[in-house]
């Protein structure tokens, strides 16, 4: 069902979007080629929209399921800030700021609300998987990030529902592949080996990924047992 257009793409998306299941609500960006971003809201159910910032420069935007707070990263005076907003999203606050050089994308708020996954891109081409400790950041502690994960230009963080394992798509074989993190021991796992690619995991139940596979006809859903 189409509820919305999302006009002004970016380069290589759309637009960062968030979405809050238990609300109903669709976040997204505008202006994400010209001008300052814009960051709206949509209400699935009623089918109306309203900006809740604007020109606030923020984007990477992911919504917490328990909290329902806002996450985002805002860019200003050549530094990335990490941004978020209490419901029902009257101001943002920024909570972190990171060196300048340094770019953090594909936030991922784990199911509890108490971690912030993301992907660093650093000045010297290392890409990161990264995890914040969100009471932590907040209190104002000088712990910035914890990194998880830094071979193959890791990417496409998500959670499983009992905090216990995160997914990532990396090319540490040449070829984009899923592993997985088993938090309490920090134990990496190969979950694939494919000669094509798979991209984008998603946790649905605890015998099945979603995920993308590459062909040469475009980018096709596969579930991974």
Not at 7 to 23: E, F
Not at 67 to 88: N, R
Not at 131 to 138: A, F, G, Q, S, T
Request: a negative charge; one cysteine or more.
């Amino acid at each position: 069902e189409e509820i919305a257009t999302l006009p002004t793409p970016s380069m290589l998306q759309v637009s960062s979007t968030a979405y809050d299941k238990n609300l109903g609500l669709f976040f997204f960006t505008t202006n994400n080629n010209q001008l300052y971003r814009d960051l709206w809201v949509l209400d699935t159910e009623k089918e109306n929209r309203r900006r809740l910032f604007k020109d606030c420069r923020v984007g990477s935007i992911t919504i917490s399921p328990i909290t329902h707070e806002l996450w985002g990263i805002e860019h200003s005076a050549s530094a990335a800030s990490l941004v978020y907003s209490i419901y029902p999203y009257d101001k943002l606050e920024m909570i972190l700021q990171f060196d300048v050089g340094e770019e953090i994308q594909q936030l991922s708020v784990s199911p509890s609300g108490k971690y912030l996954a993301a992907v660093l891109h650093q000045s010297s081409g290392d890409q990161k998987v990264i995890l914040l400790d969100i009471d932590v950041i907040k209190a104002g502690k000088n712990a910035k990030y914890e990194i998880l994960y830094n071979s193959g230009c890791p990417e496409n963080i998500s959670w499983s529902l009992d905090e216990q394992f995160i997914f990532w798509n990396a090319y540490t074989s040449g070829v984009s592949n899923i592993y997985r993190l088993n938090i309490p021991p920090l134990k990496v796992e190969v979950l694939s080996h494919t000669l094509r690619g798979l991209f984008r995991p998603l946790y649905v139940s605890q015998d099945s990924l979603f995920a993308f596979e590459f062909t040469t006809e475009g980018f096709i859903p596969v579930m991974i047992a």
